[in-house]
């Protein structure tokens, strides 16, 4: 059984940044994606950014390129978003999810019904 657990969401001024961390555990180690993605209030589930745990290959939505990094700590198993220069239209809720866990995977997908496992999501509220 897999779980990840997201944390680090707030209320925040645009401009400003925001760490989200996911930690994730399992029967092995990850070898898989970890991906995150975002849902505002009305709209469906979008993809925001995907790291491959192996070699960090990395993926990210045109909206947020630039603005958000992706990264992993393989010695505590999570994964991190750290989103710079916040924008009011960031705000959603944030949810951490990964694919193949126990397989070595390269390819870094970014449509969420290609993962497995989901966290519970965690606010994040941009101000302007």
């Known amino acids: 059984q897999v779980q990840l657990v997201e944390s680090g969401g707030g209320l925040v001024q645009a401009g400003g940044s925001l760490r989200l961390s996911c930690a994730a555990s399992?029967?092995?180690?990850?070898?898989?994606?970890m991906g995150w993605f975002r849902q505002a209030p009305g709209k469906g589930r979008e993809f925001v950014a995907a790291?491959?745990?192996?070699?960090?290959?990395?993926a990210y939505a045109d909206s947020v390129k630039g603005r958000f990094t992706v990264s992993r700590d393989n010695a505590a198993n999570t994964v991190y978003l750290q989103m710079n220069s916040l924008k009011p239209e960031d705000t959603a809720v944030y949810y951490c999810a990964v694919r193949n866990w126990g397989v070595d995977t390269v390819v870094v997908v970014t449509a969420p019904n290609e993962y497995d496992y989901w966290g519970q999501g965690t606010q994040v509220t941009v101000a302007s």
């Open positions: 399992g029967r092995t180690n990850c070898r898989g994606v």
């Open positions: 790291i491959n745990w192996s070699i960090s290959r990395t």
